[in-house]
C-alpha cells in the first residue's frame, strides 16, 4: 500500500504490559506514514480517527495493534476496496500471556508490529473482477434428479437449459406407475410424482428444455481472477435435422470445482 498507517490500542491492559515508548519510531522505521495511539480504538472515537486518516490523509493501508483479528471485526471493518487492515494481535498475544514491562515483552511486541507493517506495505489493493459472467445453469439429463436440479436452481433466479438426449423428459422414473415409499411412516407405495415435476418444468418460465439433444463438447475458460468459470457447451442430436437446438445460449455458468 502507498500510504500506510499505525493505529495502537492501549486499552484491555495492552498500555500496561508493554512499554510503547518506542512504537512510533518503529512503526517509521518500518515504513508507516503516519502513527496514532488510542486507549480504546473499538469505540466510536477510536474507529473514527481511523477513518478520519483514510478520508483525509489517503490512508490506504491500516495496520491495527490491538486485539486478535478474531475480535472487533465489525468494527474495523472499512472498504476492502479502498483499504487494506492488517491487524497485529498485542492483547492476547503479548500482553495477556507475557510477563508485563520485560525486555523481551517489549521485543515481542516490536516484532509483531514490524510483520504487520512488513504486510501492509507490500499488500496490492484486490482489483475487483469486471468481467461479466453469464449465470445461466446447465443441467444435463431430464432425469429425476436433472428435473429436481433444474427446477431449484430456476427456484433460485437463474436461467436454466435443461438438455435431454430422449425425445421425452423423466428419465428411468418415467415409466413407473408407483415408487418407494419416501413420507413417514413408509408403508404404503405412492403414485409416481414424477409427471407432475415434468409438468412443472416444462412450463416454467426459466427452464428452456431441449428433448432428443446430447452434449458435443463443452469448452470452459478460466476468466481473470479464477472462478466462476464460464463454459461454452455445443450439442447436437442425434439422426438427421439440425444439429444446434434452435435458441441454444452460447455459454453458461456452473460452480467452480471445489475439491
Ligand atoms: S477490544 Fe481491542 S480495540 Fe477494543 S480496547 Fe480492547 S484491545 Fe483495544
Known amino acids: 500500500m502507498n500510504k500506510v498507517g499505525v493505529f495502537v490500542c492501549t486499552g484491555c491492559e495492552i498500555g500496561a504490559a508493554v512499554p510503547l515508548d518506542d ?23 477510536g474507529v473514527a480517527t481511523i477513518q478520519s ?33 492488517e491487524r497485529v494481535c498485542l492483547r492476547e498475544q503479548v500482553a495477556w500471556c507475557q510477563p508485563p514491562g520485560e ?9 509483531l508490529l514490524r510483520m504487520g507493517l512488513a504486510k501492509a506495505t507490500i499488500v496490492k489493493t484486490p482489483v475487483p473482477l469486471s468481467e461479466e459472467v453469464d449465470r445461466t445453469v446447465l443441467v444435463v439429463g431430464a432425469g429425476l434428479a436433472g428435473l429436481e436440479a433444474a427446477q431449484a436452481a430456476a427456484g433460485m433466479g437463474h436461467s436454466v437449459v435443461l438438455v435431454e438426449s430422449e425425445d421425452k423428459l423423466g428419465g428411468y422414473m418415467a415409466g413407473m406407475k408407483d415408487v418407494v415409499p ?20 416444462e412450463s416454467h418460465p426459466q ?15 478460466v476468466p481473470v481472477g479464477l472462478s466462476p ?31
Open 103 to 111: 525486555e523481551d515483552t517489549q521485543m515481542l511486541a516490536e516484532d
Open 53 to 85: 486518516a483514510i478520508d483525509d490523509d489517503g490512508v490506504d493501508g491500516v495496520v491495527i495493534a490491538a486485539c486478535s483479528h478474531r475480535a472487533k471485526i465489525e468494527e474495523f471493518k472499512f472498504d476492502p476496496t479502498k483499504v487494506h487492515v
Open 23 to 45: 512504537f512510533e519510531e518503529v512503526a517509521d522505521d518500518s515504513g508507516a506514514s503516519s502513527y496514532h495511539t488510542h486507549e480504546h480504538l473499538c469505540s466510536p472515537e
Open 182 to 201: 419416501e413420507i413417514p411412516p413408509y408403508d404404503t407405495i405412492h403414485a409416481n410424482p414424477i409427471g407432475d415435476l415434468v409438468a412443472a418444468v
Open 229 to 259: 468459470c464460464a463454459w461454452a457447451p455445443s450439442f447436437r442430436r442425434p439422426g438427421p435435422g439440425p444439429t444446434t437446438p434452435p435458441d441454444c445460449p452460447i455459454s453458461v455458468t456452473v460452480p467452480p470445482r471445489t475439491w
Open 207 to 221: 427452464i428452456k428444455v431441449f428433448k432428443s439433444t446430447m452434449t458435443k463438447k463443452i469448452n470452459w475458460k
